[in-house]
């Protein structure tokens, strides 16, 4: 059944339901397993029927690219971080912050 041939009439829904619990084995298991097979027959139509709208497409595209964005953000903060950190106290300070054990005393030198 398309999604387009579903009813949309109450009394239809309840008898399309009704057709449906009648037809689901009576095991818990298979009952289970039925529920879970009729759901993605659900979804798949659902997803088959956005995929074919061409405004639902461009949404997702633009959303994609947005998330893109907001990671290649986050991922590049640290980066630029750490760039403007070794300007300030120095490179080799940085790396010896950063690369050596043990404890460090450093003092910062404001320039006039």
Same mark, same amino acid.
């Given at each position: 059944? $398309? !999604?387009?041939? !579903?009813? %949309?009439?109450?009394?239809?829904? $309840? ?5 449906? %619990?009648?037809? !689901?084995?009576?095991? @818990?298991?298979?009952?289970?397993? =039925?529920? +879970?097979?009729?759901?993605?027959? +659900? ?9 074919? %709208?061409?405004q ?5 595209? =633009?959303?994609? /690219? ?6 290649? #953000?986050v991922? !590049? +903060?640290?980066? #630029? =971080? #750490?760039?403007? /950190?070794?300007?300030? +106290? ?7 912050l950063?690369? @050596? $054990?043990?404890?460090?005393v450093? @003092?910062?030198?404001? $320039?006039?």
């Open positions: 059944m $398309r !999604l387009e041939e !579903l009813p %949309q009439e109450p009394s239809e829904l $309840r008898a399309l339901v009704a057709e449906l %619990q009648a037809a !689901l084995p009576c095991d @818990t298991d298979e009952k289970a397993h =039925a529920y +879970i097979r009729l759901c993605h027959r +659900i979804a798949d139509e659902l997803i088959g029927y956005l995929y074919s %709208q061409p639902t497409v461009e949404l997702l595209r =633009a959303v994609g /690219i947005l998330s893109v964005g907001a990671i290649v #953000f991922a !590049l +903060i640290p980066f #630029f =971080a #750490f760039r403007e /950190i070794g300007r300030v +106290i120095g490179k080799s300070e940085l790396w010896s950063l690369l @050596t $054990r043990g404890k460090k450093y @003092t910062l030198q404001t $320039r006039p």
